[in-house]
């Protein structure tokens, strides 16, 4: 028989066979092991609840520094500065002038360049007293209304859960910093820099802050030559999720908690990796007999891999719903952003990661030579 | 599932002019000095010699582990040194049985599932082969519960017979066993050799046994020594 031909039927009869995912050897050695998995699968789980606790409070976090500037019916923000400094994406430094507006007003791609004030002062209502961000707007610039209007001079709309916690209703008063105000209606709850957003007009606005000029511009569409125009009037202009790195703090503390996300998923991945390293050390043996009996390394390296996903799945799993659970009962205490996206992306990241861990160490199956099957020892 | 073992003349086992060296400081070591050796279909053939005669050495070149320096091994008429690692695995798992030394059973398996990961790795359904699994572990002497045990719950014979049925699971061509008896008192050495003969016959293997144990040559068909290398 011509050897290359019997070869290419052989290799041809058996290619099939090992496209799909073997479990019989992985499935074995969890039920015959179960104690180490068990503990791998804790470990996954421990750092799961951790990593869905970390990134809803990210979440969390980020919502009440920024939802106000976030949930903006804008495009791009336009930033200014005071005489003779240059402008920053700081909505603590910004100032912008009449001048300004109006030539953003007219530059052709805007739809809108609506003056937005922002600052920070006190609302006491009854016996209470609250930090709150006070922005000056027009109508526009509201989130949706729930009860009542839009503020007209001398008024105030209020976030809906400042409203409950503060017993406000439409058509009472309320005091924001010097100023005694109407409670003209209630809005979605935001906040701006951890402090809840209450709403006014313009000259309102410039009245109990204090200032003289708005803060900001919130543009509708983009100016065409916006580099040009920015030069000329001495601004610079983000898009609306570029501007929330101008609020005080949101980059250092969105940084901070990202870094540690990091550092955890990082960790999850050597931790696994560090597992299936010593777990298929351990195997040698059994790997090198399944091989000297025909089992191809692909075979081997994606049953060790199922391996690796079934303990994964089952730990991140596990540590998602309680991460979850957890912070649904922790949502009314702290900062924690409740959605399908906070238990799925670290649950997908742990699994991902964990599993690219696991295959860095499965790669040294594919190094075991199945004569050691042979040895006179094991 | 039909399969080119099934389908292809069985034509046993042959070795033309193998050679095999491995370094040795600045030489080279032979372990197989210009090994001939053919063992037809039913034949049960013996390669007794003093350790470190190369008994090993010819029983992995013939397993196709291991790719001698010259000399051709011919199984079922395929040449296995015309053949890529991947081809050569799938050689394994089509016309070789092996029967280790040690019994080299998985620790987390069961007896039958022993021989059910072997339809595993050949990518068939082991639940499917279960019976066929049991029926061959019965006819090696392991039946009923003890087919349900890990190897550490079962002696050092009843291990064997596993490693037995596992090497046959897969209807190979050509069996190799290496050094069966050596974990074994006499009595159930003598069993286990008897075993291998009768499954030779039963089955129609080429089966080439090494041991140096000249005591459980009885029941072979041809023994042949092995010194430094050289088949006699």
């Known amino acids: 028989m011509d050897s290359a031909a019997a070869a290419a039927r052989v290799d041809g009869r058996t290619a099939h066979l090992h496209r799909k995912v073997p479990v019989f050897v992985a499935l074995s050695d969890i039920r015959f092991a179960k104690g180490r998995f068990a503990l791998m699968g804790a470990v996954v789980t421990l750092i799961t609840m951790l990593v869905v606790f970390l990134y809803g409070l990210t979440g969390g976090l980020a919502a009440a520094a920024s939802s106000t500037v976030a949930g903006l019916p804008a495009d791009r923000i336009v930033f200014g500065a005071p005489a003779g400094a240059a402008a920053t994406v700081s909505f603590g430094n910004s100032v912008v002038s009449a001048g300004q507006q109006a030539a953003f007003a007219a530059a052709p791609g805007v739809g809108a360049a609506h003056p937005l004030g922002v600052s920070l002062t006190r609302l006491t209502a009854s016996d209470a007293a609250v930090s709150v961000s006070v922005l000056g707007s027009p109508a526009a610039l509201l989130p949706p209304l729930r009860q009542g209007a839009a503020p007209a001079d001398g008024q105030v709309a209020v976030g809906a859960d400042t409203a409950a916690e503060y017993h406000l209703a439409v058509g009472g008063q309320v005091r924001v910093g010097p100023s005694t105000l109407t409670v003209s209606g209630v809005t979605e709850q935001r906040s701006y820099s951890h402090a809840p957003t209450v709403w006014t007009t313009l000259a309102t606005w410039e009245q109990l802050s204090g200032q003289s000029r708005p803060t900001v511009l919130a543009l509708t569409g983009s100016p065409s030559g916006g580099a040009a125009l920015d030069a000329a009037q001495g601004t610079t202009t983000v898009a609306l999720a570029d501007a929330l790195a101008g609020i005080n703090g949101f980059s250092a503390e969105q940084g901070s908690l990202q870094l540690i996300q990091g550092f955890l998923f990082a960790v999850s991945a050597l931790v696994v990796g560090a597992f299936f390293t010593v777990w298929t050390v351990q195997r040698r043996p059994d790997i090198a007999v399944l091989k000297a009996v025909g089992a191809s390394s692909g075979y081997l390296v994606r049953d060790a891999l199922a391996q690796a996903a079934a303990v994964l799945l089952g730990g991140a799993l596990l540590g998602g719903a309680a991460g979850g659970t957890g912070g649904l009962l922790a949502a009314s205490a702290v900062p924690f952003d409740v959605g399908p996206a906070t238990v799925a992306v670290p649950v997908a990241a742990m699994v991902l990661l964990g599993l690219a861990g696991a295959a860095l160490a499965v790669r040294r199956i594919t190094s075991v030579d199945p004569l050691a099957a042979l040895g006179a020892s094991r | ?232």
Do not use: C, W
């Open chain 2, 1 to 232: 599932m039909t399969t080119t073992a099934q389908t292809t003349t069985r034509t046993g086992l042959a070795l033309r002019g193998v050679t095999l060296t491995y370094p040795d400081g600045e030489s080279r070591l032979t372990a197989l000095d210009d090994v001939t050796l053919e063992v037809a279909p039913g034949e049960f053939t013996a390669v007794a010699g003093p350790s470190g005669s190369g008994k090993s050495s010819l029983l992995a070149v013939a397993a196709t582990l291991q790719r001698p320096d010259r000399g051709q091994v011919l199984i079922d008429g395929l040449d296995a040194g015309a053949l890529g690692d991947r081809e050569r695995t799938a050689l394994r798992r089509e016309r070789l049985g092996i029967v280790f030394q040690q019994s080299n059973l998985l620790a987390s398996l069961t007896a039958v599932e022993q021989l059910l990961v072997l339809e595993s790795v050949r990518g068939g359904r082991p639940s499917a082969a279960r019976s066929r699994a049991e029926e061959l572990l019965a006819s090696v002497g392991l039946d009923g519960a003890k087919q349900r045990r890990r190897p550490h719950q079962l002696s050092g014979g009843e291990r064997q017979r596993v490693n037995i049925a596992r090497a046959l699971f897969g209807r190979p061509s050509v069996l190799l066993v290496d050094e069966p008896t050596s974990a074994l008192d006499h009595e159930r050495g003598a069993q286990i050799v008897g075993l291998l003969a009768e499954i030779t016959r039963s089955h129609g293997t080429a089966t080439v046994m090494v041991t140096h144990d000249r005591d459980l040559l009885g029941r072979v068909d041809r023994v042949l020594e092995m010194h430094d290398g050289r088949l006699a």
